[in-house]
DNA sequence: CTTCTTACA
DNA sequence: TGTAAGGA
């Protein structure tokens, strides 16, 4: 399920082609780049290419706005998500952060009480 | 021919 | 948002 990210993120496409998978003027199109929506890729010839992805949002802007959302009101949206995908991360962190925490105290122990992990089998052994 | 930027009777 | 201009 990653391959088919990296594909979708592929900038393959000219803004004539987006413009007829997204029935939007290229005019419309550069404007939502300007307003920080959608910000394509550039060829050699400074040309934009959008991948699937860029198409995706393209439809979803197109979609808010028909709904009668403004700019604002759309860019408001896209400025809630980032701060969600940042939380959401944040916590990925601190779960990794905590796991670790038992490997640090664990080794603490060892260290701290002078007991490699020889020494800890020869203490079971020893009915400790 | 397609796309780019800039500007506006 | 449309469209013209001038260049790539």
């Not at 088919?4 to 404007?31: F, H, N």
């Not at 198409?55 to 408001?76: H, R, S, T």
């Given at each position: 399920m990653k391959e088919k990210e990296l594909r979708r993120s592929l900038a393959v496409l000219p803004i004539g082609?987006?413009?007829?998978?997204?029935d939007l003027t290229?005019?419309?199109?550069?404007?939502y780049e300007e307003q920080g929506l959608v910000i394509p890729e550039?060829?050699?010839?400074n040309r934009r290419m959008y991948s699937l992805n860029n198409i995706d949002k393209?439809?979803?802007?197109?979609?808010?706005?028909?709904?009668?959302?403004?700019?604002?009101?759309i860019k408001q949206i896209y400025a809630e998500r980032a701060q969600e995908e940042a939380k959401r991360q944040a916590k990925r962190?601190?779960?990794?952060?905590?796991a670790d925490v038992r490997r640090i105290l664990h080794d603490e122990f060892v260290t701290v009480s002078g007991l490699?992990?020889?020494?800890?089998?020869?203490?079971?052994?020893n009915g400790l």
């Amino acid at each position: 399920m990653k391959e088919k990210e990296l594909r979708r993120s592929l900038a393959v496409l000219p803004i004539g082609t987006v413009m007829k998978l997204t029935d939007l003027t290229a005019r419309q199109i550069r404007y939502y780049e300007e307003q920080g929506l959608v910000i394509p890729e550039r060829n050699e010839g400074n040309r934009r290419m959008y991948s699937l992805n860029n198409i995706d949002k393209l439809l979803e802007v197109k979609d808010y706005l028909a709904e009668g959302i403004n700019m604002a009101g759309i860019k408001q949206i896209y400025a809630e998500r980032a701060q969600e995908e940042a939380k959401r991360q944040a916590k990925r962190e601190k779960s990794l952060t905590d796991a670790d925490v038992r490997r640090i105290l664990h080794d603490e122990f060892v260290t701290v009480s002078g007991l490699s992990k020889q020494n800890q089998f020869s203490f079971r052994n020893n009915g400790l």
